[in-house]
């Protein structure tokens, strides 16, 4: 397991709340993360020292910046083995999604195509490609989930056509934390002429991501579920898609030039789809996020949540009052409820002892005839948590029932 | 009213809670219904999705009714709140709700008037539940501000 008590210390987080009358057990990675010191100081250098806008100035420290950026570009590039010209900043998987959506769902697809999806997605991956399906008469269909909530590439072939024109599916789903094996199914959405788009907001944090050995056609995530800041992420996109698709924002900075009869010449992928000023101090952030996740490795991190979720799974299994809904999930996600208690009234108690969960139907509202559930508690495991965090979990579900204590104490 | 013990206010979130007086699973069963105002109040933060349904005639309120799911807080609420504008005329329960959010919000309030709903003083304690402790009063009070969903 990783030395968690040195990791914490990189977290200023955990030090700002230590005086705090409870402690501070966050369990909701799925949701954010929080940020080590060089992610923090990262992004205060550029308010402190650099200052410039990026892609304008002709002097030292508008160099500079655009030196930086296109580093945090190239880093990101070489974290998830691409190219740099195929990684688009956006403001995170949302964007990134819907940039997608809009810049090749629209423009490609028409009427009789097909868009497959599974029941597990998260809202991002599903309400653009509505808007797909609205604007070009597109149908959407569902790729069925197994027993236990698991979409595997076998179920894509049982249900992909030569109609369908795009698979949209989430690496790691963030409500059940299945591992989805997206290297098979971009091989048979390849197979059927349609391009495969991987949602790697809940899979990118937490494990090793190599995009080329994927082979999928558009990756997005985000960088604040991978320690870096909030309002900046990045879509991964196949060069040859990239140049052919529309930007979906233009402005500023994604054309070489214009006149008064809209003619536009948009500058090459990935410029022609950052059009306005982006949030450059994240960049750098992002940038050293990165590099706190190849320091402890990817690897390592994967094995710790594993070990940690086999963990908490054998503990919180001997609570009677407990109903585990992905016992068999790969990530480190675990769904749960307290039996007889409202999601919400178990994780405000939660809340009284110090534990951050995220209770309701995370996003994934298409799930709740699955788990027969109207809603559920997400406990959520990254690098900076151990056995002490799951064991105070596992106190205060104990006594989950008298979920009311919160309220009055 | 008496002032209520921690305990006797959690007796009182429990009671409603577990068995509603005022919940209807399938509202068309209810004769008249046709007739109900009614609004669908769905919460962008939480799972809470209630509609309250209120017959009204002649600026009275004849009955009360909710059905959907929520959480303890909101359940209890709109129940007790059902319970208490039954019988009134629209300003006494406009009167009540606000009575009522004054609480929520630490202001200066009529404890008299708010009877069981006295049970929800602490929440200010749980500053996130304010709002499911809200919730159906904020629907009542829609209604009664002319809001009817279709």
């Given at each position: 397991m990783l030395d968690v008590k040195n990791i914490k210390k990189d977290f200023p987080i955990f030090k700002n709340h230590e005086n705090d009358k409870k402690p501070l057990i966050y369990l909701d990675n799925a949701a954010t993360t929080f940020k080590p010191k060089s992610v923090i100081d990262a992004t205060s250098r550029y308010y402190l020292e650099d200052g410039a806008n990026a892609h304008r100035g002709d002097y030292d420290l508008a160099y500079h910046v655009d030196k930086e950026v296109e580093k945090c570009r190239a880093h990101l590039a070489s974290f998830l083995n691409c190219f740099s010209r195929e990684i688009v900043f956006t403001s995170g998987t949302s964007m990134s999604m819907n940039l997608v959506a809009y810049g090749y769902g629209i423009k490609f697809l028409k009427e009789g195509d097909e868009i497959l999806l599974t029941e597990a997605e998260h809202a991002s991956n599903v309400l653009p490609w509505f808007k797909v399906s609205e604007t070009t008469k597109a149908k959407i269909n569902y790729i069925p989930l197994d027993e236990e909530g698991r979409c595997t590439p076998e179920a894509l072939r049982k249900v992909i056509t030569k109609n369908t024109k795009v698979v949209s599916i989430a690496q790691v789903t963030n409500v059940l934390g299945f591992k989805i094996d997206i290297k098979e199914m971009a091989k048979i959405a390849h197979e059927y002429g349609a391009i495969l788009v991987c949602d790697a907001a809940q899979s990118a944090p937490h494990m090793k991501i190599d995009v080329k050995d994927l082979d999928c056609d558009f990756l997005c995530l985000s960088a604040h579920k991978m320690l870096g800041p909030t309002g900046i992420g990045a879509l991964y996109g196949k060069f040859d898609l990239l140049k052919k698709m529309d930007p979906f924002m233009m402005g500023g900075g994604d054309n070489a030039r214009f006149d008064m009869c809209g003619n536009v010449a948009y500058l090459e992928p990935p410029a022609k789809f950052e059009a306005g000023t982006m949030n450059i101090a994240a960049i750098y952030g992002f940038d050293e996020a990165l590099t706190y996740l190849e320091n402890i490795g990817l690897e390592n991190i994967e094995n710790h949540e594993k070990e940690l979720r086999n963990y908490a799974i054998n503990k919180l299994k001997e609570l009677d009052n407990v109903i585990i809904y992905n016992e068999k999930a790969d990530a480190g996600i675990i769904t749960l409820n307290v039996k007889g208690v409202f999601p919400q009234d178990e994780a405000s108690y939660l809340n009284s002892k110090g534990i951050c969960v995220r209770s309701g139907e995370h996003c994934a509202k298409l799930l709740k005839d699955r788990l027969k559930t109207v809603g559920t508690i997400r406990v959520s495991l990254y690098l900076y948590n151990d056995k002490s965090d799951v064991d105070a979990l596992y106190e205060a579900l104990k006594n989950g029932g008298n979920f009311l204590d919160a309220f009055f104490n | 009213m008496l002032s209520l013990t921690n305990?006797?206010?959690?007796?009182?979130?429990?009671?409603?809670?577990?068995?509603?007086?005022?919940?209807?699973?399938?509202?068309?069963?209810?004769?008249?219904?046709?007739?109900?105002?009614?609004?669908?109040?769905?919460?962008?933060?939480?799972?809470?999705?209630?509609t309250i349904y209120l017959d009204i005639e002649n600026d009275v309120i004849k009955n009360a009714y909710f059905s959907g799911v929520a959480c303890a807080i909101s359940t209890a609420s709109t129940d007790i709140l059902c319970d208490m504008v039954k019988n009134k005329s629209e300003k006494d329960a406009l009167y009540i709700i606000s009575q009522y959010e004054n609480m929520l919000y630490e202001k200066e309030y009529d404890s008299e008037v708010l009877e069981e709903l006295n049970a929800f003083s602490e929440t200010h304690k749980q500053a996130a539940r304010i709002k499911c402790a809200t919730l159906g009063a904020f629907g009542i009070s829609k209604i009664l501000n002319g809001e009817n969903d279709e």
């Amino acid at each position: 397991m990783l030395d968690v008590k040195n990791i914490k210390k990189d977290f200023p987080i955990f030090k700002n709340h230590e005086n705090d009358k409870k402690p501070l057990i966050y369990l909701d990675n799925a949701a954010t993360t929080f940020k080590p010191k060089s992610v923090i100081d990262a992004t205060s250098r550029y308010y402190l020292e650099d200052g410039a806008n990026a892609h304008r100035g002709d002097y030292d420290l508008a160099y500079h910046v655009d030196k930086e950026v296109e580093k945090c570009r190239a880093h990101l590039a070489s974290f998830l083995n691409c190219f740099s010209r195929e990684i688009v900043f956006t403001s995170g998987t949302s964007m990134s999604m819907n940039l997608v959506a809009y810049g090749y769902g629209i423009k490609f697809l028409k009427e009789g195509d097909e868009i497959l999806l599974t029941e597990a997605e998260h809202a991002s991956n599903v309400l653009p490609w509505f808007k797909v399906s609205e604007t070009t008469k597109a149908k959407i269909n569902y790729i069925p989930l197994d027993e236990e909530g698991r979409c595997t590439p076998e179920a894509l072939r049982k249900v992909i056509t030569k109609n369908t024109k795009v698979v949209s599916i989430a690496q790691v789903t963030n409500v059940l934390g299945f591992k989805i094996d997206i290297k098979e199914m971009a091989k048979i959405a390849h197979e059927y002429g349609a391009i495969l788009v991987c949602d790697a907001a809940q899979s990118a944090p937490h494990m090793k991501i190599d995009v080329k050995d994927l082979d999928c056609d558009f990756l997005c995530l985000s960088a604040h579920k991978m320690l870096g800041p909030t309002g900046i992420g990045a879509l991964y996109g196949k060069f040859d898609l990239l140049k052919k698709m529309d930007p979906f924002m233009m402005g500023g900075g994604d054309n070489a030039r214009f006149d008064m009869c809209g003619n536009v010449a948009y500058l090459e992928p990935p410029a022609k789809f950052e059009a306005g000023t982006m949030n450059i101090a994240a960049i750098y952030g992002f940038d050293e996020a990165l590099t706190y996740l190849e320091n402890i490795g990817l690897e390592n991190i994967e094995n710790h949540e594993k070990e940690l979720r086999n963990y908490a799974i054998n503990k919180l299994k001997e609570l009677d009052n407990v109903i585990i809904y992905n016992e068999k999930a790969d990530a480190g996600i675990i769904t749960l409820n307290v039996k007889g208690v409202f999601p919400q009234d178990e994780a405000s108690y939660l809340n009284s002892k110090g534990i951050c969960v995220r209770s309701g139907e995370h996003c994934a509202k298409l799930l709740k005839d699955r788990l027969k559930t109207v809603g559920t508690i997400r406990v959520s495991l990254y690098l900076y948590n151990d056995k002490s965090d799951v064991d105070a979990l596992y106190e205060a579900l104990k006594n989950g029932g008298n979920f009311l204590d919160a309220f009055f104490n | 009213m008496l002032s209520l013990t921690n305990e006797m206010k959690r007796e009182i979130i429990m009671e409603h809670y577990n068995s509603p007086n005022n919940k209807v699973e399938d509202i068309t069963k209810i004769s008249n219904f046709e007739n109900f105002r009614k609004i669908r109040m769905d919460s962008d933060s939480c799972i809470d999705d209630i509609t309250i349904y209120l017959d009204i005639e002649n600026d009275v309120i004849k009955n009360a009714y909710f059905s959907g799911v929520a959480c303890a807080i909101s359940t209890a609420s709109t129940d007790i709140l059902c319970d208490m504008v039954k019988n009134k005329s629209e300003k006494d329960a406009l009167y009540i709700i606000s009575q009522y959010e004054n609480m929520l919000y630490e202001k200066e309030y009529d404890s008299e008037v708010l009877e069981e709903l006295n049970a929800f003083s602490e929440t200010h304690k749980q500053a996130a539940r304010i709002k499911c402790a809200t919730l159906g009063a904020f629907g009542i009070s829609k209604i009664l501000n002319g809001e009817n969903d279709e």
